[in-house]
């Protein structure tokens, strides 16, 4: 049996900062895990094309900056990585979003079970965290088969040689 | 409500009348920050960043709240990008605390970690991006001046915001002067005479307009001394104390003119 526990953002984006009431629609989430000092993983899951399907009457420049959502965040993440240690890394990813694209809320989940191997490993803290995904981010599940597909997340989860354990 | 009409509002009248409190959309402002909060008032349509929201050992030498009211009334005067802020006070569970507010701007605004990086793609956001970044070149100039700390390449206190509806007005807005004006009391005992080139971010050095820096020079040098007695006096004791404010009005008054000599070198090399 294995514990793994990991820490991870919600990141969404505000149309109208400057509207007190003016609400935030979430758009992905991005965390790390570990489970021995050494070992990590990390992992980002969006939608396709955020800023295609974040249902809000978006100008082109939010349009352009939340498509490329995926490759940010991974610069981001491999840039945290270096930076600072795995129980810094969700606090790091908030300082980086702010503003009208920002970190709207951090979490910590804990998952025990007990894989054949690597693979089956990986394969579940996908799973992991596509359920995460449909919790914070697919808040309303589309009835019609052509937005059940589009719901599909965008996820990109690697490992990486960590430098502490989350405890 | 427009950004013009608050602020000039807000530059005659240094304390809110209003009651703040915090939004219930913190939009970014997460679990566990003590240093600000997004916050409205009844009768006010607009959103503001109010800070400081829990005191520092050091608050009554700090006086983060007025170094952010300074900043923005002598910016105002001066035409440049730095929010308006007013003084308020914050109840806290354990007393109240000299605060400010300070208006959020545009509707929507980009952090600096995110414009860094985007500016040299060829997106519709960099290209955007490109036009406004000659137009803070006064700002290395002001910052200089007051003894900024806190921009350089800081990832969130430098933002790129705009109007979806008014993108030619978009603009770099220069956020966080709480770490400004000697507040490590390094103005003390004529500390303040020492003036060196504020940190600026390494990508508005790049694109930096010789002209508009040597101009916003000019400015401060010939700013009176009367608006910065007038600007920095005007702070109630609640958030400046008298010996603070005649610290501030000395190294202000007197870094005036030492701007260019700290910039001297920037001004020769860089080319427009």
């Known amino acids: 049996m294995i514990r793994i526990i990991y820490r991870y953002a919600v990141l969404s984006f505000c149309k109208d900062l400057t ?7 979430p758009v992905g989430i991005a965390g790390v895990g570990t489970h021995s000092p050494t070992w990590g993983f990390w992992c980002y899951t969006t939608k396709q094309q955020p800023g295609d399907q ?8 939010s349009k352009s900056v939340l498509n490329d959502l995926p490759s940010l965040l991974e610069r981001q993440i491999l840039q ?3 930076a600072v240690s795995p129980k810094e890394f969700v606090s790091w990813l908030h300082e980086r979003f702010r503003n009208s694209l920002h970190v709207s809320s951090i979490h910590k ?6 894989p ?3 693979s089956e490993l990986m394969s579940r803290l996908v799973r992991e965290f596509t359920e995460l995904y449909k919790r914070h981010v697919i808040v309303q599940p589309a009835s019609d088969e052509e937005g ?3 719901e599909a997340p965008n996820i990109e989860l690697r490992q990486f040689a960590a430098s502490e354990a989350l405890v | 409500v427009t950004n013009d009409e608050i602020a000039k509002d807000w530059r005659s009248r240094p304390i809110s009348p209003l009651s703040w409190k915090p939004c219930q959309n913190q939009a970014g402002v997460v679990e566990s920050e003590a240093r600000g909060c997004y916050a409205e008032a009844d009768g006010f349509p607009r959103r503001v960043y109010m800070k400081p929201i829990e005191a520092l050992r050091d608050e009554a030498t700090h006086a983060r709240a007025a170094r952010e009211k300074i900043a923005a009334d002598l910016a105002f005067d001066l035409g440049l990008p730095v929010p308006p802020v007013q003084l308020t006070m914050y109840q806290m569970t354990k007393g109240m605390i000299p605060a400010g507010v300070s208006l959020v701007m545009y509707p929507v605004q980009w952090s600096w970690d995110q414009v860094k990086t985007a500016e040299v793609k060829p997106t519709v956001h960099g290209a955007a991006l490109a036009k406004v ?16 700390t806190d921009h350089h390449d800081h990832p969130h206190n430098i933002i790129w915001g705009y109007d979806p509806e008014d993108l030619p007005d978009s603009r770099v807005v220069f956020l966080d002067y709480a770490n400004s004006m000697g507040y490590d009391k390094s103005w003390r005992t004529g500390g303040w005479a020492h003036v060196v080139e504020a940190l600026f971010p390494p990508l508005l050095l790049k694109y930096l307009d010789k002209k508009a820096l040597a101009g916003a020079v000019r400015s401060i040098a010939e700013y009176p001394e009367a608006s910065i007695r007038e600007i920095v006096t005007r702070n109630p004791e609640s958030h400046l104390s008298k010996e603070q404010q005649d610290l501030i009005l000395e190294g202000l008054v007197g870094r005036r003119k030492l701007v260019e000599g700290a910039l001297a070198g920037r001004l020769e090399k860089t080319t427009t």
Do not use: N
């Open chain 1, 109 to 114: 989940g804990i998952l025990e079970f007990d």
């Open chain 1, 80 to 82: 945290g990585i270096e």
């Open chain 1, 148 to 150: 059940v597909f589009s």
């Open chain 1, 19 to 25: 509207d007190p009431r003016g609400e935030s629609v």
């Open chain 2, 133 to 148: 970044l000659g137009a803070c070149s006064p700002m290395l100039a002001f910052d200089t001046w007051v003894k900024q």
């Open chain 1, 116 to 118: 054949r191997d690597g």
């Open chain 1, 54 to 61: 974040s249902g809000l009457d978006l100008d082109a420049i």
